[in-house]
């Protein structure tokens, strides 16, 4: 055995997956092999840590890859319009008729139909449940830059549940990076419509003490014509050493508001 073909065999020999000569004939390369020896002390130190993680997370470009086919997946499965008239009670009777009279498979056409459309709901609830639990633990994640990837994830969410509502409005409050402030907030913001994510965004105008940050709340403020934050913006207003840009944006945005 040469060193790709040892290489090629590590993962199986670390789960235990070869025949008795591969592992005979492996065991000879290994003994003869330093450098094959290193390498597989490394893969088993990855796999260790691999097997250690929370939730085994999948490289950026494979989710990635993963979303796009999971989109042309749900685009695909689209009902078209034309496909209405395929779906109303006529048809359905039509279609049994013909079934009788031609024998052809029209009604498992329409059955394996809503079948794979309930799969599509399914696997797509599953990425939401997915993605929200990914993005919980990596906002508790050291480094920013991971955490703004974890608010990115909300970017596709219509909805959220109250645990992913309270770590973005907790984020928006205390992230110690005024980026990754900012764009929780954008993302907040394209949940607006959302009763909850609005009264967070009007108690957040309280917290925050990045110039730059005021600014957006005050300016998401007037796109959402939230007339509950003119009360804390005015609060705002009085504070001392407030930046006098700051000054000027919010009283344009109180008379925006009112
Ligand atoms: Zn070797």
Known sequence: MNCDAASERMLDWIDDRLTESERASMLAHLNGCPACRSELRDLERVQQQLGSLPVPEPSAGLRRNFYEQLETFKEEAKPR???KFFQTNGFRAA?????MAVGIGVGYWLSERSASRQQVDELSEQVRDMRQMMMLSLLENPSATERLRAVSYTRDLNEVNDKVLDALLTTLNN???PNVRLVTLEALV???SDPRVRQGLVKALGYQDSPLVQVALADAMVRLQEKRSVKPLRRLLRRENLNDLVKTKI???IKDLS
């Open 95 to 99: 279609a049994a008729c013909l079934l």
């Open 190 to 192: 394209q949940l607006g």
């Open 175 to 177: 992230d110690p990076n």
């Open 251 to 253: 009283e344009q945005s």
């Open 81 to 83: 319009p034309v496909r």
